[in-house]
C-alpha cells in the first residue's frame, strides 16, 4: 500500500512506491516547478507525491486510524492531505509547516486515514500523523509504511500493513553505505515492490543531482528522469 523512505550518505535520496488499485488511474506530470504523481480520489485529482525543484519531497501514505485524528469541521484544524499537497506545491516551507502543526490539530481527509513523510533537501524527515503526533528525524535513514510510525507493534498486523516491506527496505539500507546514490535507491524500491495493491510508480530523487528518477507499473526497465 506504499513504502518511502530517505537516506543520507553523500548524497540525500528519497524513495517512494505509490501502491494503488490497479484500476485507479495515475499519472506523473511535470515542470520546472515540480515533478508529481495523481490519481482520481472520490472525483477529485489530488497529488499524493512527489519533489519540488527546491527539493522538498512529500508523500502520504494509508494508515490505521487514530479517533484523535479523525476529519473535524473546524477552520481550528489542518488536513493531512492539503498540508502535504501544499509543501510539495511549495506554498508553504519545511519550518512553515511546524509551525502550522504547533498552531492546529492535524486531522484526516474525509474518508481516508493517512500519515505522511515531508523531506527536504538536507534530509531531514518530518514525519505527520494525525491523532498521534509529529516528529523530525535526522537519522542516517528513515523508512515509512502502512503501519503507525508512533504506534508501530500496535499496528504492524494490520491488513496491508506492509510491515514485511519495512523490513525489507530496514535490511537494505542498514548495509548501504556513504556513496548510495539514485540507482540504488530504485533498487531498494524495486525489492519492495507490492502485489496485493501492485505498485503502479516507483520515485527517487537525488538532492545532490536536483533529479527525479521513476519507473511505472514496476518496470525498471524503462526509467523517465526529470533534471531541475
Keep these: ?5 530517505v537516506y543520507k550518505g553523500n ?11 490497479p484500476k485507479t488511474e495515475i499519472k506523473v506530470k511535470s515542470n520546472d516547478q515540480v515533478v508529481y504523481g495523481v490519481f482520481n480520489f472520490h472525483g477529485r485529482w489530488t497529488a499524493p507525491f512527489g519533489v519540488n525543484k527546491d527539493g522538498g519531497f512529500a508523500c502520504e501514505l494509508m494508515c490505521p486510524a487514530s479517533a484523535k485524528g479523525e476529519t473535524l469541521s473546524s ?16 506554498k508553504v516551507s519545511f519550518e512553515q509547516v511546524q509551525q502550522i502543526l504547533a498552531a492546529r490539530p492535524l ?10 513523510m515531508l523531506v527536504n ?18 537519522e542516517r535513514y528513515t523508512i515509512l509504511a502502512n503501519f503507525s510510525f508512533f504506534e508501530p507493534m500496535a499496528t504492524k498486523d494490520a491488513p496491508y500493513s506492509g510491515y514485511n516491506r519495512y523490513l525489507t527496505a530496514s535490511s537494505l539500507l542498514q548495509q548501504a553505505g556513504d556513496n548510495f546514490n539514485a540507482q540504488d535507491g530504485l533498487a531498494v524500491l524495486k525489492q519492495c515492490l507490492n502485489s496485493d495493491f501492485p505498485t503502479r510508480v516507483s520515485m527517487v530523487y537525488s538532492a545532490h543531482e536536483n533529479k527525479v528518477y521513476w519507473a511505472l507499473e514496476g518496470n525498471f526497465d524503462k526509467i523517465y528522469t526529470h533534471q531541475f
Aim: proline fraction near 3%.
Design 1 to 5: 500500500m506504499c513504502t518511502s523512505f
Design 11 to 21: 548524497d540525500v535520496i528519497v524513495g517512494f512506491n505509490f501502491d494503488s488499485d
Design 75 to 90: 477552520l481550528n484544524t489542518q488536513r493531512i492531505d492539503l498540508l502535504n499537497e501544499d509543501y510539495l506545491y511549495s
Design 107 to 116: 486531522v484526516n481527509a474525509p474518508g481516508i486515514s493517512l500519515h505522511a
Design 121 to 138: 533537501r538536507f534530509g531531514q524527515a518530518l514525519i505527520l500523523e494525525p491523532g498521534r503526533g509529529n516528529k523530525i528525524r535526522e
